[in-house]
C-alpha cells in the first residue's frame, strides 16, 4: 500500500485539530474537538487516537496508507523519546504520545512542541519564509515561543525550549507564592486578559463582556474581545494594548539573545487583533531593545492560520 499521505495534529489547550496532507502537503481531510484536558492523560490519548481516526474517515485514507504523523503540544517536550513532559495548561505530565500512537501508525511519528511546529510551518511555507532565522511568538491558552535557524527548529540536547510563557517580569501575581515574580504568560495569556476582561465587566466599563460571558472567563475567546473594542470599551482595549507592551517587552529579550531576521506572531488573539499586537510588540521591541540588532528585525503576522501547527507537524515529522 503506498504511503502518500502525512497527518499533522495540532493539540491545543483548548482544542484539538488533526488534518490529513497529501503529498503537497494539502489539506485532504480533518476532524476537530475540544481538548478537554482536565479530563486527563488516559483519556486525551483516547481522544487524540479517535480525532485521528474521524479525519482519516473524513479524507478516505487507510492508516496503512500514512506515511509519517507529527503532533504538536502545549508544553516541554521530549522529542527523541515521543514524551511530553510537562503541560501545565493540560495538567498532564510525563505523557507518553510517541509510543501511543507509535502502535496505531504504521509509519514515522514525531512529537514537538505545539509552537515549534507552527513556527516551523511559518518559516517553511508562511510569514518567515525565505529568512534565515525566525522567532514565532503564539499567545493563546498560555504563550508560546519557538525559533528556526537556517531550517532547523531550535532546542536543548533532550527537550524543547523557547518557553517565552515563562519568562518572569517585574510585578507580582495573586497566583503562586508570596512576592513571586509574574511571568509573561501571566500578563499576555488568554486567561489572564480574559479574567481582567471580567473585572471591568463587573465594574460596568464592559457591557458587551457581560452580556455575552457573565463571569465565565471560559467563554472570553478572542471574537468576543474583539467584539468589546469594536463597541468603543475602552477598558478592554487598554487591557490588550498593556498585554502586547508587556508581550513586546518578553520579546526584546529573546531578539537581544538570538538577533532574528523576522519576528511572526500568530495565534487566535494575533489573527482577531493583528494591529495592537503588530504596534504593541514592535513599538516596545524598538523602545527597549539595542537599536544596533532592532533595526534588523521585521515583524509580521503569521499567514498559516489554523493549520499552522497541523502542518508544521506534519511537514517536520516528514523531513525529520
Known amino acids: ?44 490519548l483516547k481522544r487524540i487516537w479517535a480525532t485521528v481516526q474521524d479525519a482519516l474517515k473524513d479524507a478516505d485514507v487507510r492508516p496503512g ?81 519557538g525559533f528556526v535557524y537556517d531550517g532547523e527548529i531550535l532546542r536543548g540536547k533532550a527537550v524543547s525550549c523557547m518557553e517565552i510563557g515563562g519568562l518572569r517580569m517585574l510585578g507580582s501575581t495573586l497566583e503562586g507564592k508570596s512576592n513571586e515574580p509574574v511571568t509573561l504568560e501571566g500578563l499576555c495569556g488568554r486567561l489572564a486578559i480574559a479574567s481582567a476582561c471580567v473585572v471591568e465587566a463587573m465594574r460596568g466599563n464592559a457591557p458587551t463582556i457581560l452580556e455575552n460571558a457573565g463571569q465565565d472567563i471560559s467563554r472570553i475567546k478572542s471574537g468576543l474581545i474583539k467584539k468589546s473594542i469594536e463597541a468603543r470599551e475602552r477598558s478592554v482595549l487598554n487591557i490588550m494594548k498593556r498585554s502586547a507592551h508587556y508581550l513586546g517587552i518578553g520579546v526584546t529579550g529573546a531578539v537581544e539573545l538570538l538577533a532574528p531576521d523576522v519576528v511572526v506572531l500568530g495565534g487566535g488573539l494575533v489573527e482577531k487583533m493583528p494591529d495592537i499586537y503588530l504596534d504593541g510588540v514592535s513599538s516596545a521591541v524598538s523602545r527597549y531593545g539595542s537599536k544596533a540588532i532592532v533595526r534588523d528585525v521585521r515583524f509580521a503576522v503569521a499567514e498559516m492560520g489554523d493549520l499552522a501547527v497541523a502542518s508544521g507537524a506534519a511537514a517536520y515529522a516528514l523531513s525529520d
Open 1 to 44: 500500500m503506498a504511503k502518500k499521505y502525512s497527518i499533522g495534529v495540532d493539540l491545543g489547550g483548548t482544542k484539538t485539530l488533526v488534518a490529513v496532507f497529501n503529498e503537497k502537503l494539502a489539506v485532504v481531510g480533518s476532524a476537530r474537538v475540544p481538548t478537554e484536558g482536565r479530563r486527563g492523560a488516559k483519556e486525551g
Open 65 to 145: 496508507e500514512i506515511r509519517a504523523l507529527g503532533i504538536g503540544c502545549p508544553g516541554v517536550v521530549d522529542s527523541t523519546e515521543g514524551v511530553l513532559r510537562e503541560a501545565s495548561n493540560l495538567g498532564w505530565k510525563k505523557v507518553r504520545i510517541g509510543d501511543y500512537l507509535s502502535r496505531r501508525i504504521d509509519g514515522k511519528v514525531c512529537v514537538l512542541n505545539d509552537v515549534d511546529a507552527g513556527t516551523y510551518a511559518e518559516y517553511h511555507m508562511g510569514a518567515g519564509k525565505g529568512s534565515r532565522s525566525m522567532l514565532g511568538v503564539f499567545p493563546g491558552t498560555g504563550v508560546g515561543g
